[in-house]
């Protein structure tokens, strides 16, 4: 048996919108096997992950302020993505932003008035470009291989929060433990619709908004999309490709800083040694599942939003590890690049006794 | 002093340079797999787990080069037959090997380990200085030598790698001369793996015989790092690998001396030598191009 694959004349529509749900589907597969594996009924196992969380408003909450990081992180992402730029540091410029937007509630806490906040949030979003700018500069400037870079990047930021919460970020009055001082109520992300969800979900909605019209309407759109996968061709149309890759970095630092400050100023509410699960790399897996679309985006970081709440769901009703969240979520990106195959190709499986014969279509 | 140095050195390249020397074949190969990280944290886990459970070394070490194969193939499946995106696959890898190796481990946090036992290689062990350091270590050891030594002599002196090299320089013409590129870079991604996953069992069965969860720590990255470093050629990925080493120990050295320098930044030191290596070695074009395999990276759909 031989697996031969045949190009397509042009990318298939009905599939770029099926792949994702076939991937998911695949993936709801392989959760039940896990799940019966380790002993647990593999309906209601599926039924605690996926089904359960959204029957509940709380979960239903719970889920929307997870999804709500890693859609914006994944906009950033998704241009550097289009325009071939491998930004795999947003977990670092993520973390960066944070602690430049807690400059002011940290450092200078009797700075309180209505310009806090937004104050705040301007500086997470330019501490998280200039960290993803590093990569950038390096690949302009000297060629150098941004994905490993700005992976390196995020263990650094890590170790400075780390350091920073440790010492000289420690609170004053906190018994010595790894924590930053409290937010002050004029540096706190209000909560809107009486609670029930906090400000930065508008403000996400609303980036991705304008980021699915840049993409889809604007001569930026089409220098991104043109420059990924032809700069041969961006290039004879006076397209830039290093001004892009300096864009692209610093548009998706900045919006994976401004998740950072928003987490820690609206979640919560006080820096520690880890303020993220691991946004910036699931925000990898949400720009693929999306399909590298912010519409798509926002359907995805949904998605995998539901991963977290469903893994402690599982966790807490039937005794199976939330590990397996993270299991799930990379059995997903597997499958969606899997199936992103069908849209640029035909599939045909030749067994081998008669190759020109016996052949079945996919 | 001098020699308990050297020998924390060993400890520390030896898992790079496994991983480096098995991401060096891939990608003469052509293929770029970013997966290494994943790879190697399996094989810490699998090996770890195989160990404990049947109380022998060698049986760990073969599970978790197992393990780091079975990775491999995934990744070569999804990269080589249905032609997905190398960057984002082999990214995929590591998300995966990070969480199941997570979801495996937990029944392993806090159970005692099982340590490789040094080898005593008879008669050379008792030279002074040098016998302690190079002839009293564990296997896994005297393998990281060995590979090296048969990936330089196999990559350029024999026809086996002149086809491997081949197919990393031009897969269009390897094809029409009738070579399967498919294959030999599916061999190869499996070589990758089964070095990933080695120089996994050397984290968990000897450099700290315990299962912690992450416990790569970004090894697998720093190897892919040292694959440029070493402008492709065997013999410079030791140079690299032992340079890491010597950073690392730098730190703990350092740790243990309690310099006025914050542990953080001690620790952070790896990574920042990395980048400052990677930018080192890309800004010099001549290096980089003249061994960098042509074909890395880009996919290959055989017309038929």
């Given amino acids: ?132 700018l590093i990569p950038a500069v390096l690949k302009t400037r000297f060629n150098t291989n941004e994905i490993l870079t700005s992976l390196m990047l995020v263990y650094v930021a890590s170790l400075i929060l780390d350091y920073l919460v440790r010492g000289p970020w420690r609170d004053p009055g906190g018994y010595n433990f790894p924590e930053s001082r409290l937010f002050s109520d004029a540096a706190t992300l209000p909560d809107i619709f009486g609670g029930a969800m906090s400000l930065s979900t508008p403000i996400t909605f609303l980036v991705a908004i304008i980021l699915a019209i840049m993409l889809g309407k604007t001569m930026k759109g089409f220098e991104i999309r043109v420059m990924g996968e032809s700069p041969r061709a961006g290039s004879f149309a006076g397209f830039s490709a290093r001004r892009l890759t300096l864009f692209a970095f610093a548009l998706a630092g900045a919006l994976a800083g401004l998740a950072g400050t928003m987490e820690v100023s609206g979640a919560l509410n006080q820096l520690l040694p880890t303020i993220s699960p691991g946004y910036g790399f699931t925000a990898i897996i949400v720009a693929f599942l999306g399909r590298l679309n912010p519409i798509g985006i926002i359907v995805a970081g949904f998605v995998l939003a539901l991963s977290y709440i469903g893994g402690e769901a599982v966790q807490s009703s039937l005794g199976v590890s939330n590990k397996i969240a993270s299991v799930i979520q990379g059995l997903l990106l597997f499958y969606v690049l899997a199936c992103d195959t069908l849209i640029l190709y035909k599939i045909r499986i030749v067994s081998r006794r008669a190759s020109s014969g016996e052949v079945s279509h996919v | 002093m001098f020699e308990a140095v050297l020998l924390t050195v060993i400890t520390a390249a030896t898992p790079l340079l496994i991983a480096a020397i098995g991401e060096l074949v891939v990608e003469r190969s052509g293929v770029l797999n970013l997966g290494v990280e994943g790879m190697m944290i399996m094989g810490a886990v699998v090996g770890f787990a195989a160990a404990n459970m049947t109380g022998s070394g060698t049986l760990g070490i073969l599970a978790a080069i197992l393990a780091g194969i079975a990775m491999a193939a995934l990744f070569g499946f999804l990269v080589l037959i249905l032609v997905a995106n190398q960057v984002a696959t082999g990214l995929a890898l590591t998300i995966l090997g990070i969480g199941f190796s997570g979801l495996i481990g937990e029944a392993f946090i806090g159970v005692p380990g099982l340590k490789l036992p040094q080898l005593y290689i008879p008669g050379l062990s008792d030279i002074p200085f040098i016998g302690p350091v190079l002839f009293q270590q564990d296997a896994i ?159 290959f759909v055989p017309d038929r």
């Fill in chain 1, 1 to 132: 048996m031989r697996v031969e694959l045949i190009k397509r004349k042009e990318q298939s529509r009905k599939m770029a919108l099926l792949s994702p749900l076939i991937a998911i589907g695949l993936t709801a597969l392989s959760a039940a096997i896990i799940f019966a594996i380790s002993g647990h009924n593999p309906l209601l196992g599926l039924y605690k992950f996926f089904i359960e969380p959204l029957t509940q408003q709380w979960s239903l909450e719970a889920t929307i302020d997870k999804a709500t990081p890693l859609v914006l992180i994944a906009c950033g992402l998704s241009v550097c993505y289009l325009s071939n730029n491998w930004n795999i540091g947003a977990e670092g410029q993520f973390i960066v932003g944070a602690l430049f937007g807690s400059v002011l509630p940290i450092m200078f806490p009797d700075f309180e008035t209505s310009a806090t906040l937004p104050l705040m949030l301007v500086f997470g979003a330019v501490g998280g470009a200039l960290w993803a």
């Fill in chain 2, 141 to 299: 050891v005297y393998i990281s030598f060995l590979l090296v030594a048969i990936v330089a002599y196999t990559l350029f002196r024999t026809r086996l790698g002149l086809v491997l090299r081949a197919v990393g320089d031009n897969h269009g013409s390897a094809h029409a001369l009738g070579y399967s590129v498919i294959r030999i870079r599916f061999l190869a991604v499996l070589f990758g793996g089964a070095c990933a996953g080695l120089a996994g069992a050397y984290l968990s069965l000897a450099y700290t015989p315990q299962w912690v969860e992450n416990m790569t720590a970004g090894r697998g990255w720093i190897a892919l790092a040292l694959v440029v470093f070493s402008s492709w050629l065997p013999l410079r990925v030791v140079v690299g690998a032992y340079l890491f080493g010597a950073v690392n120990v730098l730190n703990l050295h350092a740790q243990a001396v309690e310099f006025d320098i914050p542990s953080q930044f001690l620790s952070s030191l790896p990574y920042l030598a990395t980048i400052l290596v990677l930018v080192l070695i890309s800004a010099n074009r001549r290096l980089t191009l003249v061994n960098t395999p042509a074909c890395l990276g880009k996919p």
